[in-house]
Protein backbone atom coordinates (compact mmCIF):
# COMPACT_ATOMS: atom_id res chain seq x y z
CA UNK A 1 0.00 0.00 0.00
CA UNK A 2 2.64 2.85 -1.20
CA UNK A 3 2.73 4.72 -4.09
CA UNK A 4 4.52 7.65 -5.02
CA UNK A 5 3.15 10.79 -7.54
CA UNK A 6 4.47 13.76 -9.03
CA UNK A 7 2.80 16.82 -9.59
CA UNK A 8 3.48 20.77 -11.42
CA UNK A 9 2.22 24.01 -9.08
CA UNK A 10 0.37 25.75 -11.71
CA UNK A 11 -0.17 29.64 -11.90
CA UNK A 12 -3.34 31.02 -12.84
CA UNK A 13 -3.80 33.85 -15.51
CA UNK A 14 -7.53 34.70 -14.52
CA UNK A 15 -7.29 34.23 -10.75
CA UNK A 16 -9.12 32.90 -7.85
CA UNK A 17 -9.29 35.12 -4.78
CA UNK A 18 -12.03 34.55 -2.52
CA UNK A 19 -14.33 31.43 -1.46
CA UNK A 20 -18.06 30.73 -1.53
CA UNK A 21 -17.34 28.15 1.54
CA UNK A 22 -13.95 27.24 3.27
CA UNK A 23 -14.83 24.28 4.54
CA UNK A 24 -14.60 23.38 1.34
CA UNK A 25 -12.72 25.46 -0.50
CA UNK A 26 -15.28 26.19 -2.69
CA UNK A 27 -14.22 29.10 -4.51
CA UNK A 28 -16.46 32.08 -5.19
CA UNK A 29 -15.10 32.52 -8.27
CA UNK A 30 -14.07 30.30 -11.19
CA UNK A 31 -9.78 30.66 -12.71
CA UNK A 32 -7.79 29.98 -15.20
CA UNK A 33 -4.66 28.69 -14.86
CA UNK A 34 -1.33 27.20 -16.55
CA UNK A 35 0.50 24.02 -15.05
CA UNK A 36 4.45 24.53 -14.86
CA UNK A 37 6.79 21.95 -16.03
CA UNK A 38 10.10 23.07 -14.81
CA UNK A 39 8.78 22.77 -10.68
CA UNK A 40 8.07 19.73 -9.00
CA UNK A 41 6.45 18.13 -6.72
CA UNK A 42 7.28 14.52 -5.62
CA UNK A 43 4.76 13.08 -2.70
CA UNK A 44 5.30 9.12 -1.28
CA UNK A 45 2.63 7.91 0.99
CA UNK A 46 2.30 4.50 2.33
CA UNK A 47 -0.39 3.19 4.51
CA UNK A 48 0.87 1.07 7.82
CA UNK A 49 -1.48 -0.74 10.11
CA UNK A 50 1.15 0.04 12.97
CA UNK A 51 0.90 3.97 12.13
CA UNK A 52 -1.16 5.43 15.06
CA UNK A 53 -1.85 8.73 13.17
CA UNK A 54 -1.37 10.27 9.48
CA UNK A 55 2.57 11.60 9.42
CA UNK A 56 3.88 14.25 7.06
CA UNK A 57 7.13 15.38 6.53
CA UNK A 58 7.59 18.30 3.75
CA UNK A 59 11.38 18.95 2.83
CA UNK A 60 12.39 16.32 5.53
CA UNK A 61 10.95 18.38 8.68
CA UNK A 62 7.78 17.31 9.94
CA UNK A 63 5.00 19.40 9.54
CA UNK A 64 2.17 19.27 12.16
CA UNK A 65 0.93 22.33 11.18
CA UNK A 66 -0.54 20.96 7.76
CA UNK A 67 -1.57 17.49 9.23
CA UNK A 68 -5.17 18.16 9.86
CA UNK A 69 -6.01 19.01 6.22
CA UNK A 70 -3.65 16.56 4.40
CA UNK A 71 -5.48 13.78 7.12
CA UNK A 72 -8.98 15.28 5.97
CA UNK A 73 -7.79 14.79 2.61
CA UNK A 74 -6.76 10.89 3.34
CA UNK A 75 -9.94 10.57 5.15
CA UNK A 76 -11.91 10.53 2.11
CA UNK A 77 -9.44 8.23 0.42
CA UNK A 78 -10.04 5.67 3.33
CA UNK A 79 -13.24 5.75 2.92
CA UNK A 80 -13.80 5.31 -0.97
CA UNK A 81 -11.74 2.31 -0.06
CA UNK A 82 -13.09 1.05 3.06
CA UNK A 83 -9.34 0.94 4.31
CA UNK A 84 -8.16 2.09 8.43
CA UNK A 85 -4.77 2.53 8.18
CA UNK A 86 -2.73 5.61 8.60
CA UNK A 87 -0.15 6.81 6.53
CA UNK A 88 3.16 7.97 6.25
CA UNK A 89 3.68 11.15 3.96
CA UNK A 90 7.04 12.42 2.28
CA UNK A 91 7.01 15.10 0.22
CA UNK A 92 9.79 17.60 -1.44
CA UNK A 93 9.51 20.69 -3.74
CA UNK A 94 12.46 21.12 -5.93
CA UNK A 95 11.53 24.67 -5.36
CA UNK A 96 10.66 27.36 -2.76
CA UNK A 97 7.95 26.14 -0.45
CA UNK A 98 5.16 28.48 0.41
CA UNK A 99 6.22 32.01 -1.06
CA UNK A 100 3.52 32.10 -3.89
CA UNK A 101 4.62 28.94 -6.10
CA UNK A 102 1.57 27.06 -5.43
CA UNK A 103 3.34 24.29 -3.33
CA UNK A 104 0.24 23.75 -2.04
CA UNK A 105 -1.05 23.09 -5.64
CA UNK A 106 1.19 20.85 -6.33
CA UNK A 107 1.40 19.18 -2.95
CA UNK A 108 -2.48 18.24 -2.48
CA UNK A 109 -2.91 16.96 -6.61
CA UNK A 110 0.85 15.02 -5.49
CA UNK A 111 -0.83 13.51 -2.33
CA UNK A 112 -4.38 12.92 -3.60
CA UNK A 113 -2.75 11.15 -6.66
CA UNK A 114 -0.26 9.07 -4.62
CA UNK A 115 -2.94 8.11 -2.05
CA UNK A 116 -5.49 6.63 -4.44
CA UNK A 117 -2.48 5.28 -6.28
CA UNK A 118 -1.54 3.41 -2.88
CA UNK A 119 -5.02 2.06 -2.19
CA UNK A 120 -5.16 0.90 -5.50
CA UNK A 121 -8.72 2.76 -5.75
CA UNK A 122 -10.59 3.81 -9.41
CA UNK A 123 -11.46 7.15 -8.51
CA UNK A 124 -13.40 9.52 -11.31
CA UNK A 125 -11.56 12.45 -12.36
CA UNK A 126 -14.40 14.62 -10.48
CA UNK A 127 -14.04 13.05 -7.31
CA UNK A 128 -10.16 13.04 -6.96
CA UNK A 129 -10.27 17.16 -8.38
CA UNK A 130 -13.13 17.43 -5.40
CA UNK A 131 -10.59 15.86 -2.75
CA UNK A 132 -7.54 17.79 -4.12
CA UNK A 133 -9.45 20.95 -3.40
CA UNK A 134 -10.15 20.13 0.20
CA UNK A 135 -6.57 20.16 0.37
CA UNK A 136 -5.99 23.38 -1.51
CA UNK A 137 -8.68 25.25 -3.95
CA UNK A 138 -5.72 25.61 -6.69
CA UNK A 139 -5.06 22.08 -5.97
CA UNK A 140 -6.89 20.11 -8.87
CA UNK A 141 -5.59 22.93 -11.51
CA UNK A 142 -2.52 21.07 -10.50
CA UNK A 143 -4.20 17.40 -11.85
CA UNK A 144 -4.21 18.38 -15.47
CA UNK A 145 -1.94 19.69 -17.93
CA UNK A 146 -1.19 22.53 -19.90
CA UNK A 147 -3.93 25.32 -19.94
CA UNK A 148 -6.40 24.61 -17.39
CA UNK A 149 -10.31 25.84 -16.26
CA UNK A 150 -11.82 25.34 -13.26
CA UNK A 151 -15.20 26.16 -13.63
CA UNK A 152 -17.48 26.88 -10.61
CA UNK A 153 -21.02 24.48 -11.36
CA UNK A 154 -24.11 23.86 -10.05
CA UNK A 155 -23.37 20.11 -9.18
CA UNK A 156 -22.59 18.33 -6.53
CA UNK A 157 -19.16 19.26 -5.85
CA UNK A 158 -19.85 23.42 -7.25
CA UNK A 159 -16.66 22.72 -9.45
CA UNK A 160 -15.27 20.94 -12.34
CA UNK A 161 -11.78 21.02 -13.65
CA UNK A 162 -10.47 20.45 -16.89
CA UNK A 163 -7.29 21.41 -19.29
CA UNK A 164 -8.49 23.56 -22.45
CA UNK A 165 -5.34 22.80 -24.21
CA UNK A 166 -2.47 20.40 -23.81
CA UNK A 167 1.15 21.62 -23.97
CA UNK A 168 1.48 20.93 -27.48
CA UNK A 169 -1.81 22.77 -28.32
CA UNK A 170 0.23 26.32 -27.50
CA UNK A 171 3.32 26.03 -25.78
CA UNK A 172 3.79 29.09 -23.97
CA UNK A 173 6.63 29.33 -21.68
CA UNK A 174 6.73 30.87 -18.07
CA UNK A 175 9.70 32.57 -16.81
CA UNK A 176 9.79 32.99 -12.86
CA UNK A 177 11.57 35.76 -11.24
CA UNK A 178 12.24 34.91 -6.99
CA UNK A 179 12.54 37.92 -5.63
CA UNK A 180 12.44 35.87 -2.07
CA UNK A 181 13.09 32.65 -0.29
CA UNK A 182 10.66 33.54 2.72
CA UNK A 183 7.90 32.02 3.58
CA UNK A 184 4.85 34.59 3.21
CA UNK A 185 3.29 36.33 6.35
CA UNK A 186 -0.73 36.05 5.40
CA UNK A 187 -1.80 32.57 4.20
CA UNK A 188 -4.04 33.05 0.89
CA UNK A 189 -7.28 31.74 2.72
CA UNK A 190 -6.72 33.88 5.53
CA UNK A 191 -5.96 36.85 2.68
CA UNK A 192 -8.78 35.41 0.64
CA UNK A 193 -11.48 35.95 4.12
CA UNK A 194 -9.75 39.12 5.16
CA UNK A 195 -10.62 40.66 1.50
CA UNK A 196 -14.39 38.89 1.49
CA UNK A 197 -15.18 40.79 4.85
CA UNK A 198 -13.36 44.16 4.45
CA UNK A 199 -12.51 45.17 0.76
CA UNK A 200 -15.09 47.49 -0.72
CA UNK A 201 -13.39 46.05 -4.25
CA UNK A 202 -14.64 42.46 -3.46
CA UNK A 203 -17.95 42.56 -4.61
CA UNK A 204 -16.73 44.18 -7.90
CA UNK A 205 -14.17 41.47 -8.06
CA UNK A 206 -16.73 38.41 -7.85
CA UNK A 207 -19.09 40.34 -10.38
CA UNK A 208 -17.12 41.33 -12.93
CA UNK A 209 -15.01 37.92 -12.66
CA UNK A 210 -17.21 35.68 -14.89
CA UNK A 211 -16.52 38.05 -18.03
CA UNK A 212 -12.74 38.15 -17.44
CA UNK A 213 -12.97 34.26 -17.26
CA UNK A 214 -14.90 34.34 -20.29
CA UNK A 215 -12.72 36.28 -22.44
CA UNK A 216 -9.19 34.98 -21.01
CA UNK A 217 -11.03 31.53 -22.22
CA UNK A 218 -11.63 33.09 -25.64
CA UNK A 219 -8.75 34.57 -26.13
CA UNK A 220 -6.46 31.20 -25.34
CA UNK A 221 -8.98 29.40 -27.69
CA UNK A 222 -8.20 31.85 -30.31
CA UNK A 223 -4.52 31.49 -29.37
CA UNK A 224 -4.36 35.52 -29.29
CA UNK A 225 -1.81 36.08 -26.93
CA UNK A 226 -1.92 40.24 -27.17
CA UNK A 227 -5.37 39.61 -25.76
CA UNK A 228 -4.49 36.95 -23.28
CA UNK A 229 -1.61 39.67 -22.05
CA UNK A 230 -4.47 42.31 -21.24
CA UNK A 231 -6.82 40.71 -19.83
CA UNK A 232 -4.22 37.91 -17.60
CA UNK A 233 -2.69 41.46 -16.46
CA UNK A 234 -6.15 42.72 -15.60
CA UNK A 235 -7.28 40.01 -13.55
CA UNK A 236 -3.98 39.85 -11.58
CA UNK A 237 -4.18 43.87 -10.80
CA UNK A 238 -7.67 43.49 -9.64
CA UNK A 239 -6.72 40.76 -7.67
CA UNK A 240 -4.39 42.30 -5.92
CA UNK A 241 -5.94 45.86 -5.82
CA UNK A 242 -8.77 43.46 -3.67
CA UNK A 243 -5.98 42.54 -1.85
CA UNK A 244 -4.34 45.78 -1.01
CA UNK A 245 -8.17 47.39 -0.13
CA UNK A 246 -8.79 45.20 2.80
CA UNK A 247 -8.27 45.36 6.09
CA UNK A 248 -5.36 45.32 7.14
CA UNK A 249 -3.95 45.81 4.16
CA UNK A 250 -2.43 42.80 2.02
CA UNK A 251 0.21 43.90 0.06
CA UNK A 252 2.07 40.50 -0.98
CA UNK A 253 4.75 42.66 -3.38
CA UNK A 254 8.57 44.33 -3.06
CA UNK A 255 10.18 46.66 -4.50
CA UNK A 256 11.70 43.78 -6.53
CA UNK A 257 8.30 42.27 -7.88
CA UNK A 258 7.26 45.54 -9.08
CA UNK A 259 10.18 46.39 -10.50
CA UNK A 260 10.41 43.27 -12.37
CA UNK A 261 6.90 44.48 -13.63
CA UNK A 262 7.93 47.36 -15.50
CA UNK A 263 10.59 45.03 -16.98
CA UNK A 264 8.30 43.32 -18.32
CA UNK A 265 6.02 46.35 -19.44
CA UNK A 266 8.67 47.36 -21.05
CA UNK A 267 9.77 44.74 -23.21
CA UNK A 268 6.55 43.71 -24.54
CA UNK A 269 6.24 47.67 -25.48
CA UNK A 270 9.20 46.88 -27.50
CA UNK A 271 7.54 44.18 -29.35
CA UNK A 272 8.42 40.92 -26.92
CA UNK A 273 5.41 38.83 -26.43
CA UNK A 274 5.32 38.52 -22.65
CA UNK A 275 3.58 39.16 -19.71
CA UNK A 276 3.26 39.75 -15.89
CA UNK A 277 1.02 37.22 -13.15
CA UNK A 278 1.33 37.73 -9.25
CA UNK A 279 0.29 35.34 -6.85
CA UNK A 280 -0.08 35.41 -2.87
CA UNK A 281 3.91 36.57 -2.63
CA UNK A 282 6.51 38.39 -4.21
CA UNK A 283 7.66 36.11 -7.11
CA UNK A 284 6.64 37.49 -10.36
CA UNK A 285 5.46 35.05 -13.78
CA UNK A 286 6.69 36.00 -16.86
CA UNK A 287 4.65 34.23 -19.61
CA UNK A 288 5.93 34.52 -22.92
CA UNK A 289 5.86 32.77 -26.09
CA UNK A 290 8.88 30.32 -26.43
CA UNK A 291 11.04 31.89 -28.62
CA UNK A 292 11.42 35.13 -25.66
CA UNK A 293 12.17 33.16 -23.22
CA UNK A 294 16.16 33.79 -23.23
CA UNK A 295 15.35 37.84 -23.50
CA UNK A 296 12.85 37.43 -20.70
CA UNK A 297 15.11 35.73 -18.85
CA UNK A 298 18.40 37.73 -19.16
CA UNK A 299 15.81 40.82 -18.51
CA UNK A 300 14.60 39.82 -15.09
CA UNK A 301 17.96 38.14 -14.17
CA UNK A 302 19.21 42.44 -14.02
CA UNK A 303 16.74 43.14 -12.28
CA UNK A 304 18.39 44.31 -8.69
CA UNK A 305 16.86 42.61 -6.06
CA UNK A 306 15.92 38.95 -7.99
CA UNK A 307 18.15 36.03 -6.68
CA UNK A 308 17.11 33.21 -9.28
CA UNK A 309 15.17 32.73 -12.53
CA UNK A 310 13.83 29.55 -13.47
CA UNK A 311 12.49 28.58 -16.55
CA UNK A 312 9.20 26.73 -17.05
CA UNK A 313 7.14 25.74 -19.69
CA UNK A 314 3.73 23.99 -20.09
CA UNK A 315 3.12 20.32 -18.11
CA UNK A 316 1.68 17.42 -17.26
CA UNK A 317 -1.31 17.00 -14.81
CA UNK A 318 -0.24 14.88 -11.81
CA UNK A 319 1.00 11.34 -12.13
CA UNK A 320 2.31 8.20 -10.30
CA UNK A 321 5.40 7.50 -10.44
CA UNK A 322 5.17 4.17 -8.91
O1 LIG B 1 -4.87 27.40 -3.51
P1 LIG B 1 -4.79 28.57 -2.62
O2 LIG B 1 -5.84 28.51 -1.58
O3 LIG B 1 -3.43 28.79 -2.05
O4 LIG B 1 -5.15 29.88 -3.49
C1 LIG B 1 -4.23 30.49 -4.34
C2 LIG B 1 -4.82 31.72 -4.98
C3 LIG B 1 -3.86 32.52 -5.84
O5 LIG B 1 -2.67 31.82 -6.06
C4 LIG B 1 -3.50 33.81 -5.16
C5 LIG B 1 -4.54 32.84 -7.17
C6 LIG B 1 -4.74 31.64 -8.05
O6 LIG B 1 -5.77 31.59 -8.75
O7 LIG B 1 -3.87 30.77 -8.09
Redesign the pocket.
Known amino acids: MQATASAHP???LI???GKQDVAT?LPAVG?L?LTLGGLTTRTSVSFESDLEQDELVINGVPDAGALSRVTRCLDMLREHAGVKDFARVNTSNDFPTGA?L?S??SGYAALVKAAAAALHIDIATEDLDYIARIG????PRSLHAGIVLLEKTSGLTGTRCHSVAIPDDWPLSVVVAVTSRQPKDVS??GG?ESSRKTSSAYKGWVDTHPADLEAGLGFVRQRDFAALADISEHSCLK?HAVAMSSMPPLVYWSGATLACMQRIRELRKSGVPVFFTI??GPQVKAVCMPEAVSKVHKALAEVPGVIDVLDCYLGNGAWVES
Not at 136 to 139: H, K, N, R
Open positions: NVAKYWNSSGASASGSASTMMDA
